[in-house]
């Protein structure tokens, strides 16, 4: 009776996911074998076209390993960033805490939309860099920042960096301070501190941000297109041209589904790499 | 170390200034009078934000997603709080299921979400019209949110308080809504202040099942973006960062100072 | 007040049994205490009459009436918890008043009786500060005072000294008692502490894997321990298994090493199957004697010595094994020493045999 009563609570949510996510992408699984037709998002029966359609034209297929190389970019140079900076807000006094945490948590309270713009009015030829580079007088021509490789990651970095310094703080947080202060009666610098005692002991942070900015980054829409403009094609983009553009579902399914087992592959690659045993 | 550690506070700085660098220069790039966006501005004039202001199609766009994001809090504020009871209280050995199938929606790609329901929707046979689809999204992407927020404030909990409520002859009904609810209120508002700011802000799933009308103002915006250059972007943006600010800080005063 | 009654109390998590048909009657005012080290099913018996667990079978009563089945809002009970539960978003006095809201007590009524329950637990000056802001023994305090305004028909305590200092908590166990016996509320008193259990309660209860093994006075649960395992629980026991010389009906007669007989005189221990050969006796600390070297009973030589403020704690070697034994602070023994010990036979007890359980 107890039990029964308290399944009440979950089932509503249980029910919105299995029939709102769970169906869902199943739907998509079943899209992408489809057949395709013209004029039609999808035809009569089932094929493999969508999958031949990708592998057999280079301007797909080879979106793919861009776009994971693209992934992995962005997540290292969060990793970069955000250590330090978890870092500095896991020793910060408790003053500090608040407005550091504020300034990282800043871009989630912005709309992607917004920051991505931002980043265009920063990136731009006529952009405040360039422009100020060129009133200084130490550029003739505008350095091309924006719709390339280069301003899609450093944006896409900026707009997951949060996702990156969250998971990192939190085990860093949970660190008792007295591990490091018996590393350092045992005789150990402050350096040789972080690296055997503080990095390892992070380490399902950096798992953890490291596959949020990964994920993230290989499936964001926006800021490729804003920044990147028409140059940089990513799987994402081409995967929302085929569905909304051209109205090729099964084609667009298929896509979709390439990247999520390929992304999938590389977490899995990551997280046996950075295995950690005591855990 | 000693040269290690000033380059290190450089570095940081950078980082900080690196993270709300885009966000400042937008408020910035509003406040511009010339008629695109040009460095350094033409001058400083509040002239974009009337421009706004007469233009219905962002201000409708703010309404929209203004509405649609209360409707989508309210409703994952009730069944994220219900799960986050469930699974603090009663998952025992479920509770890491329960916790990712809550959070699904959270760590799958949103643009595949989107996509996925769009199909779902249309193999139902209820297409993008109806907006339910939209809402569905919508009460998708916060539900997580309120759910790890109100579990914060369960778990900090001690389970007796709601016991000794009991003992002292309070119904469970009672119980909950005398004890538990006002300890659990700091967290049900930032869950709601969050929920409300990630549909408010969310880019795919509006994007994918806006359907047809009026749409979303990160959908607009972008639409406009895509085109267009003036500054009138950076004012409809700074409004968008104001009422997020407004949002917060007015919940930080309600909730935020007490317990 | 209450009488409170425990039928055949069993519950089951799954297979395991928590509690195995456990029975007790607790009457009228009396202050019982359930003891027993973490997993025994003290607190488990604790939860099931405040019912926040459901029992597998058996049942509760309280004044013959079975409340098994009732909710734990309609048992009519006070309970102090061992992190005292208060609702950190009500004053004290919004805390002590929570109750009687419940109970739809008039307003007048109940601003007359948390006043007075203040006073009880002399609070008053703190009554509209919230529970964060009081120190660890006010708000156990509160937490007491909250369980008894509703004048409850029991009060049941869950530990509620764990979380205390040990100065506050001797200062806090002496208030209890004396306030329980003034407002004169059966009372069950969950506790892991056997000081607690001795100095506070009319009848100890001690409980070892989900069974009652001795129900009595703190005095005979001290002195005349049911089993060896209660025997060691409840306070530093030597165990001293001698051989049996002969017996009547006045007793045993055993035999310590070295051939002085000693005489024990009956007991309600079951007797051994068959030709009883030997006997286990317990003797506590403080019923054995340091004598000089050639005196006493029972030769022995110190080997540890320590000094604990009020008396002097010593291990002997004897070859009954190493034996505990305090002494009074004015004897001059040394580490090293030969002594006597010397046995006050009527002071022995004997043990019924371990092979039933385990001894530990």
């Known amino acids: 009776m107890k039990r029964f009563r308290a399944s009440l609570l979950i089932a509503p949510v249980a029910a919105l996911i299995f029939v709102f996510v769970i169906l869902p992408y199943v739907t998509v699984l079943i899209m992408s074998f489809r057949a395709t037709a013209d004029g039609q998002p999808y035809g009569q029966g089932f094929s493999v076209e969508g999958y031949q359609q990708f592998f057999s034209q280079p301007y797909y297929a080879l979106s793919l390993p861009s776009s994971l190389a693209l992934g992995m970019a962005t997540t290292l140079v969060c990793l970069i960033l955000g250590y330090p900076i978890a870092l500095h807000i896991a020793t910060a006094s408790r003053k500090w805490r608040g407005l550091l945490y504020g300034i990282v948590l800043s871009p989630l309270l912005v709309g992607i939309v917004v920051r991505s713009y931002g980043w265009t009015i920063l990136l731009g030829n006529s952009g405040v860099i360039n422009a100020t580079l060129r009133n200084l007088g130490l550029i003739d021509r505008p350095l091309p920042l924006m719709y390339n490789n280069f301003g899609v990651v450093l944006a896409l970095a900026h707009v997951f960096l949060p996702f990156m310094v969250l998971p990192l703080l939190s085990s860093l947080q949970s660190i008792d301070p007295a591990i490091a202060q018996a590393a350092r009666s045992l005789g150990a610098r402050r350096f040789t501190i972080f690296r055997r005692v503080t990095f390892p002991v992070s380490m399902p942070g950096v798992q953890a941000g490291c596959i949020l900015v990964f994920v993230l980054a290989i499936s964001s829409y926006v800021t490729p297109s804003l920044v990147g403009g028409m140059r940089v094609k990513t799987t994402t983009l081409l995967v929302i041209d085929a569905l909304i553009d051209q109205y090729q579902w099964p084609f667009g399914s298929a896509m979709a589904l390439i990247l999520a087992v390929s992304a999938g592959l590389v977490v899995l690659i990551f997280a046996r790499l950075t295995r950690m045993k005591w855990t | 170390m000693r040269i290690a550690t000033p380059l290190l506070a450089v570095f940081r700085t950078l980082v900080y200034v690196f993270l709300l660098a885009p966000i400042l220069v937008v408020v910035l790039a509003s406040l511009n009078a010339g008629n695109f966006l040009t460095f350094p501005p033409q001058g400083l004039s509040l002239r974009w934000f009337w421009t706004f202001l007469n233009n219905d199609i962002f201000l409708n766009a703010i309404a929209y997603s203004a509405t649609l994001a209360a409707c989508a809090t309210a409703v994952s504020l009730v069944l994220g709080t219900m799960a986050s009871l469930y699974f603090t209280r009663h998952a025992g050995k479920h509770a890491e299921a329960v916790r990712i199938g809550v959070l699904l929606p959270l760590i799958l790609p949103e643009i595949l979400t989107a996509i996925a329901l769009l199909f779902f929707f249309y193999e139902i046979g209820v297409g993008t019209e109806h907006k339910i689809a939209l809402f569905t999204g919508h009460v998708l992407m916060t539900l997580p949110f309120i759910f790890l927020n109100v579990n914060t404030s369960l778990q900090g909990r001690d389970d007796s308080i709601e016991l000794a409520a009991r003992t002292l002859g309070a119904s469970r009904y009672t119980a909950f809504r005398r004890v538990t609810l006002p300890l659990i209120a700091p967290g049900l508002s930032t869950g709601a202040v969050f929920a409300f700011i990630i549909s408010f802000d969310t880019f795919g799933i509006s994007f994918i099942l806006k359907g047809t009308g009026s749409a979303p103002l990160p959908i607009q915006l972008f639409d406009y973006l895509r085109f267009n250059f003036t500054p009138e972007a950076a004012a409809v943006s700074t409004v968008s960062i104001l009422m997020t600010l407004v949002l917060v800080v007015a919940a930080d005063l309600l909730f935020g100072r007490r317990d | ?360």
Not at chain 3, 20 to 37: M, Q, R
Not at chain 3, 195 to 222: C, H, K, L, W
Not at chain 3, 293 to 310: A, D, H, N
Request: glycine residues 8%.
């Open chain 3, 1 to 360: 007040m209450t009488e409170v009654s425990l039928r055949s109390l069993q519950k089951l998590y799954g297979k395991t049994a928590a509690l195995k048909a456990i029975s007790l009657d607790v009457t009228h005012g009396e202050f019982v205490s359930l003891l027993g080290p973490s997993g025994c099913g003290k607190s488990t018996t604790l939860k099931c009459i405040a019912g926040f667990e459901d029992i597998t079978d058996g049942r509760i009563c309280f004044d013959n009436k079975d409340i098994s089945r009732k909710l734990p809002e309609d048992r009519d009970i006070g309970m102090v918890f061992q992190s005292y539960a208060l609702f950190p978003h009500m004053t004290v006095t919004q805390n002590l008043a929570f109750g009687l809201e419940m109970r739809r007590v008039p307003k007048a009524d109940i601003a007359r009786r948390v006043a007075s329950a203040m006073e009880m637990v002399q609070l008053t000056p703190y009554a509209d500060r919230y529970p964060k802001a009081l120190s660890g023994g006010q708000q156990q305090r509160v937490a007491l005072a909250r369980a008894l305004v509703i004048e409850p028909a029991i009060l049941l305590l869950d530990e509620p000294l764990a979380n205390l200092d040990a100065k506050l908590r001797d200062e806090m166990r002496g208030f209890i008692r004396d306030l329980q016996k003034r407002v004169g509320i059966t009372t069950i008193y969950v506790t892991h502490d056997q000081n607690e259990a001795m100095t506070m309660s009319d009848r100890v209860v001690v409980m070892f894997d989900g069974e009652i093994a001795q129900a009595a006075a703190p005095e005979d649960v001290y002195n005349r321990p049911a089993s060896e395992r209660v025997a060691r629980f409840v306070g530093n026991a030597n165990i001293l298994d001698l051989p049996v010389a002969g017996a009547d009906a006045q007793g045993t007669t055993v035999t310590l090493p070295g051939g002085t007989p000693l005489h024990i005189a009956p007991c309600a221990a079951p007797a051994r199957a068959g030709a009883p050969d030997r006997l286990r006796v317990m003797a506590r600390p403080e019923q054995i004697t340091l004598t000089g070297p050639g005196l006493g009973q029972l030769p022995g030589r110190i080997e540890k010595r320590y000094f604990s403020g009020g008396h002097v704690e010593y291990t002997v070697a004897t070859e009954c094994g190493a034996l505990f034994v305090t002494g009074p602070t004015t004897q001059h023994v040394s580490e090293g020493d030969t002594v006597g010990l010397s046995f006050d036979p009527a002071r022995l007890w004997p043990l019924p045999d371990p092979a039933p359980e385990r001894a530990q």
